[in-house]
Structure formats: C-alpha cells, structure tokens
C-alpha cells in the first residue's frame, strides 16, 4: 500500500473502495455482522474467506501497530475504512473481547514476548477470548474475588469459578483476575492468561429469557497457568483490569445497536408509518422522538470518540467511561424502545413465517438491550464511581 502520510485521504478511500469491492463476497452483502450476535454459528466458506482477506490486510483493527500484523493507520483512515464498508453493505469480521477489550490492554501492559506471542492472532480472527472477571460472589464489587492462583514454582496453580464469562463455550483463551495474595483486597490480584481447551476447564452455558446461552459459569480445578503468562506485576492486576473494564465500557456503551434490525431507525419509521408529502416521517410527534434520539446518538458518538483519543494520553485509567456507559446503553436501549413502539405488533415476534428477520431481530434487541446497563459494571456501579472520582462526593456505600 502507498504510503499516504495521513495527507492523502482521498487516495485512501479509492484504494479501500477497491479493495472491498474485490475482496467482499457478494452473498455477503448486507447480511449482519456474525460477530454481533449472542449465538454462533459455523461459518460459511465466504465468511471464513472475508475474515482471512481482513485479517490479513490488517483493516480488522487497522490502528493497532504493524510489527504485530495490524495496518498501523490512523484514526483518519479507520473512519475511512468503517465509510466504505458501510457504503458496500459489508462487515468487519474481526471482532470479540480479544479486539474490544484484552488486545488494546495487553498492547500497553504486556511485554514484547506476550504481545508477540497473542496480537498476531487476535488482528487475524485466528483465536477467540473470554473474560474471567466476575464471580458468584464478586460482580459489582468485583476485587471480592476468591479464585486462587498458587505459586508453585514455574507456574501457578489455578481454583475457582467464575460467572458471566460471555461466549466462554466459544473461546480459546481466557483473561481472567486471580487472587495471589489473601491479606489484601486490591493489591492482592493478579491479571492471567490460559487456554480454554484444557483439562480442568468445564464451561456451562446458562439459558437466558431470550432463549440464547451468551454467558456461561466456567469453573476451574488444578489449571496450570505458566509464569510467563502472568501479565504485568505479581499482585498488580487491579490496575491491569481498570484499564480493560474502560474499554469493555466504552464497547458496550455501543453494544445496544448490534443485536437489533441493520436498517437505521429514520428507515424503519418510514417503512412502518409511512413519509408525508415532503419525504418525512408521516407521524410528527414520531418525526420528532427519532430525530431527537438520532441527535442524543451522534452527541454520544462524537464525545466517546473524544473522550477515547484523550485516555490514549492517560497514564492511569480514568473513570471518563462510566459516564459513556451509562449515556450510551441508555440511549440504544431508547432506540429499541422506539423500534418496537414503530413495528407494533409485528415486532413483538418470536417466530414464524409471519415475521421479517428484522422484525424477530427487534424483539431479541430489546430484550438483549435490558442487559447492558447490568454486565460491565452496572449503571449503579457506574453512578458510584462517577460520584466518587469524578465529582469527589463521599463515598455512603461503605460503612463509617
């Protein structure tokens, strides 16, 4: 690829719009983004061919650096690429915890031999990742955990449970935070890494409301986790894990749009309600909610693409992200109430030749959409902290 300097924009946006035309497969084209939904499924042959030709062009997570296989672009042409996939009614394949959450961690806190060792595979969509974070007993207050590590000389040894560990029945390695010190509460945890497939890993998928099974219990007796897979310092995970929950809430503070209809909700309206003489939405009270949650999504879209660029300049975590969490999952889980309101009853299907894809898709996306003020740190969690470090109000959860 030429080398365009972050000048040459335009020249960029011919060469992607070439590229995709010839790499896309048309049986592909305006299908969803398999990535985004709660349930898998085996790919096809296109899909895997699409995923290989991104992976290998680097444009799945086209910032990230280039000694890791990635395109090493700038934010500039990432918007350019998301453009013209969006204008060819294409997807990016790259995608899960591993390009959400763990890779942007692992680049600025694990060492040249781990980073070597799980970017390449995470920039391809070769290996898929889960979190080992909350526990029966530690969700919201999270350094509660009790799943031991004990050093037992070249490796740990690993007991434990871990809950809500998001698509664990898919994944070929786990993040997780063990405890390595019991006398203290914080400074006590260490941040791992280990195989999924393993003896002494067991996984079980829980059923949820929706009838899919995205989240698992995933217990772990007697796993070996070798040294060299302990990711910054013994007992200094904490900070390790603030880091990765500012990004797993600034995704999913997004997440809400994924599991709904692709089309956009001005489409919708019109398609259900139908446009008046000047091409709007017929209802005007309706013309006036969409516009209004259209406008809160694009605020909250320009300030979490600001509030991103200014934690990249961060040392230590900030607590920015709490408030795009709950902006965010508020604002998606209003648009899947506006999407139902517009389908009627046509979108309160569960299945049957009578409803449209987009239509079984609305309901499952409302439904879908209750969880994400919840996982990731819960509105409530998210209030607190906002409360505490951002606004310095004093803390009423803990006893005087």
Not at 85 to 95: D, T, V
Not at 219 to 234: A, E, M, S
Not at 241 to 260: C, I, N, P, T, V
Not at 365 to 387: M, P
């Amino acid at each position: 690829m030429a080398d365009f300097g972050g000048s040459d924009l335009d020249a960029f946006r011919a060469e992607a719009r070439e590229w995709i035309e010839a790499n896309f497969p048309a049986s592909l084209k305006g299908k969803p983004n398999p990535m985004m939904r709660e349930e898998r499924t085996k790919p096809s042959e296109d899909m895997e061919k699409w995923r290989k030709a991104m992976g290998e062009k680097g444009w799945g997570v086209p910032t990230w650096p280039k000694e890791y296989g990635a395109a090493g672009l700038t934010s500039a042409h990432a918007r350019i690429i998301q453009q013209e996939l969006a204008r060819a009614g294409a997807y990016n394949p790259i995608g899960g915890m591993g390009v959400m959450m763990f890779g942007p961690t692992l680049l600025e806190y694990g060492n040249e031999a781990q980073k070597q060792q799980h970017i390449p595979p995470i920039v391809k969509g070769d290996l898929q990742w889960c979190q080992g974070f909350s526990e029966p007993g530690a969700g919201s207050d999270l350094a509660s955990l009790q799943t031991r590590a004990e050093d037992k000389g070249d490796h740990f040894l690993v007991n434990g449970q871990k809950i809500w560990t998001s698509g664990a029945q898919y994944a070929d390695w786990c993040f997780c935070l063990v405890r390595t010190d019991t006398t203290k509460k914080h400074e006590g945890i260490s941040f791992v890494l280990f195989p999924m497939h393993q003896p002494g890993v067991e996984v079980r998928p829980i059923k949820l409301i929706s009838g899919n099974s995205p989240f698992c219990e995933t217990f772990i007796t007697d796993v070996k986790v070798p040294k060299d897979q302990l990711v910054g310092p013994l007992n200094g995970g904490w900070t390790i894990a603030k880091r990765l929950l500012q990004h797993e809430r600034s995704g999913l503070a997004g997440a809400g749009g994924g599991f709904g209809p692709q089309k956009t909700l001005d489409q919708i309206a019109k398609d259900y309600v139908g446009v008046d003489e000047k091409g709007r939405i017929a209802d005007p009270d309706l013309r006036t909610r969409v516009i209004m949650n259209n406008i809160e999504i694009r605020a909250f879209q320009q300030t979490a693409m600001r509030a991103m660029a200014e934690s990249k300049g961060n040392q230590n975590p900030s607590a920015a992200t709490s408030i795009m969490k709950n902006a965010g999952t508020r604002a998606m889980q209003e648009r899947a109430e506006l999407v139902l309101e517009i389908m009627g009853h046509q979108g309160l299907g569960w299945e049957g030749e009578g409803f449209k894809p987009d239509e079984l898709a609305a309901v499952r996306g409302w439904l879908g959409g209750k969880a994400t003020t919840i996982y990731g740190g819960s509105q409530e969690v998210q209030s607190n902290i906002i409360s505490k470090r951002i606004l310095g109000l004093p803390d009423l959860t803990q006893s005087k």
